[in-house]
């Protein structure tokens, strides 16, 4: 009955495509580079892009988009060290003695492996967005949308490429097998804390999603508009054991439902135009709440929050302040100032016995500077400071990060 209804609702989201007509409209809308040696780090690798297609499934209101959305990416990751493997257990939850008896990444008996891995990945998003009724402040927008989906995600976690360069790069031994190909302990047996750690490693994980959205907002076409009214959201996705998540010998990677509420508010300030339509400068301010939980008993690696806590609210206060446009309509600077104030509460994801509850709060704020050129090259300087971590006990801390990418929309 379960596999009947799955295949009832791919059923459904590919009608679409044969409502008018075969063709679908093309979009690429980002691309990364190579890890170390995979491509010596200048050829783009990694990239997401998509099929979209609008049809009118309703006379008398909008038309419903259809898409298709991939997204291939390449990087390193790092093992976690900071849970127990057979049982989940934060290492922030145990005592002196447990810590010193448990399973973990990184300790004492793990020699001299590096802790990093390469983690080639590829997700698949395909979803029917219909809208309904006027938008009262933007006249191409709804007033309220229903989308309905299906994300699956497939994973390798693979030895660095560096081992493939002469002298291994530096590297020492590899993390995951010996040098005969056998798998190493912890990963030739069952992860219970890292279930897309075990055996080959290989992962695919899916879900379906229901998303229902209110909007009252000017929907502005790029960020160089001002931004004002409300939004509100609701997802639910759910990513049961028996939705193909049990492919993989290594059993069950997936059986989870998380529910997120999100509402968002923005107030224009001021605009000062061009002649010729646009802008010199404009600012507005915003805040944002958004409210989610996770529940069950195998949560895949890119629905874990940090620290593995299951519920989170956070709270968002930020200003934005855009620049002159300046010899196109997609020349333009901004700036953006933000302060996050985080909190996570309930148990951990994950832990077998699901013994362990927490409560955190983490405070963030930020500034970003961005210089945004002929809508496929993007400069972006970002500083912050970390007021409060969490559990954590770390002192406050500054940070900052920079870096110029390239994009395109087709």
């Known amino acids: 009955m379960k596999k009947a209804l799955l295949l009832v609702l791919c ?12 063709s679908l409209d093309a979009f690429i809308s980002g691309v990364s580079n190579g890890v170390k040696g995979f491509g010596l780090g200048l050829f783009p690798l990694g990239t997401t892009f998509g099929f979209e297609k609008y049809i009118q499934l309703f006379e008398g209101e909008s038309k419903a988009e259809f898409q298709i959305e991939l997204a291939f990416a390449f990087n390193n990751r790092t093992l976690d060290s900071n849970y127990d493997y057979l049982t989940g257990r934060p290492v922030w939850a145990m005592s002196s003695e447990e810590r010193r008896n448990a399973s973990v990444f990184g300790n004492e ?22 809208g309904f009724w006027k938008n009262p402040l ?5 007033l309220f949308n229903i989308k309905v989906g299906l994300n699956a995600r497939y994973a390798m976690s693979l030895e660095e490429v560096s081992y493939s360069l002469p002298g291994h790069g530096g590297l020492s031994s590899p993390v995951f097998v010996y040098g005969n190909g056998g798998v190493r302990a912890p990963f030739d047996a069952p992860l219970p804390a890292y ?4 055996g080959s490693r290989n992962v695919y994980t899916d879900y379906l999603y229901l998303q229902l959205s209110l909007n009252m907002d000017r929907d502005t076409p790029t960020d160089a508009e001002p931004e004002e009214g409300l939004s509100v959201d609701f997802l639910l996705e759910y990513g049961p054991w028996w939705l193909l998540n049990n492919i993989t010998p290594e059993g069950i990677q997936s059986d989870f439902v998380r529910a997120v509420l999100y509402s968002e508010q923005k107030m224009e300030i001021f605009s000062v135009m061009q002649d010729n339509g646009w802008y010199w400068v404009n600012m507005y301010v915003g805040h944002s709440d958004n409210l989610s939980y996770v529940w069950g008993s195998a949560i895949p690696e890119n629905k874990l929050t940090t620290d593995r806590l299951r519920g989170t609210l956070q ?24 302060l996050y104030n985080t909190l996570m509460f309930g148990g951990v994801a994950n832990e077998m016995d699901g013994r362990t509850r927490a409560v955190e709060l983490q405070t963030v704020f930020t500034a970003r500077f961005q210089l945004k050129l002929f809508g496929f090259i993007r400069v972006e300087y970002q500083v912050g400071y970390d007021f409060i971590q969490g559990i954590w006990p770390d ?4 940070w900052q990060n920079s870096g110029i990418s390239f994009y395109v929309s087709i």
């Open 195 to 198: 279930p897309w750690l075990s």
């Open 109 to 130: 008996a793990w020699g001299d492996r590096s802790l990093s891995y390469f983690n080639p990945r590829s997700d698949i998003d395909i979803y029917l967005d219909q």
């Open 315 to 338: 709270d968002r206060v930020w200003v934005h302040f855009t620049g002159p446009q300046f010899m196109a309509g997609d020349c333009y600077t901004n700036i953006e100032l933000n």
């Open 11 to 22: 059923i459904f989201l590919m009608l679409p495509i044969a409502a008018d007509s075969y």
């Open 138 to 142: 933007y006249d191409e927008g709804t």
């Open 395 to 398: 002192r406050p801390r500054w």
